[in-house]
């Protein structure tokens, strides 16, 4: 049974940085996605198990970065000059697939999700 394991949300300030932690029981494609009050689960950013393959949303790319630390079975997710829109909670996903995706429904197993409040 996968295990996921997240960490680093918070309260932070407009333009401010934060680095979200997932660790995995073991070495997954892994997907970051997030869920606002009232919104549906949207994706963020993936990346394949190999750490080869790299997607982002449009409205993340050139403020978050996805990396991967296989040796910990660790995802990260960077997130430079945070907004008040990026306020949800953040969820990492795991597929046994070699490659990621951007579709919620594509994952396997799902981690409890951390809370980013973004103040203005």
């Known amino acids: 049974q996968v295990q996921l394991v997240e960490s680093g949300g918070g309260l932070v300030q407009a333009g401010d940085s934060l680095r979200l932690s997932c660790a995995a029981s073991g070495r997954y494609s892994m997907g970051w996605f997030r869920q606002a009050p009232g919104k549906e689960r949207e994706f963020v950013a993936a990346?394949?198990?190999?750490?080869?393959?790299?997607y982002y949303a449009d409205s993340m790319k050139g403020r978050f970065t996805i990396s991967r630390d296989s040796a910990k079975n660790t995802v990260y997710l960077e997130m430079n000059l945070l907004k008040p829109e990026d306020t949800a909670v953040y969820y990492c996903?795991?597929?046994?697939?070699?490659?990621?995706?951007?579709?919620?429904?594509?994952?396997?197993?799902w981690g409890q999700g951390t809370q980013v409040t973004v103040s203005s």
């Open positions: 996903a795991a597929r046994s697939g070699a490659v990621a995706t951007t579709m919620s429904y594509d994952y396997d197993a």
């Open positions: 990346i394949s198990r190999s750490g080869g393959l790299i």
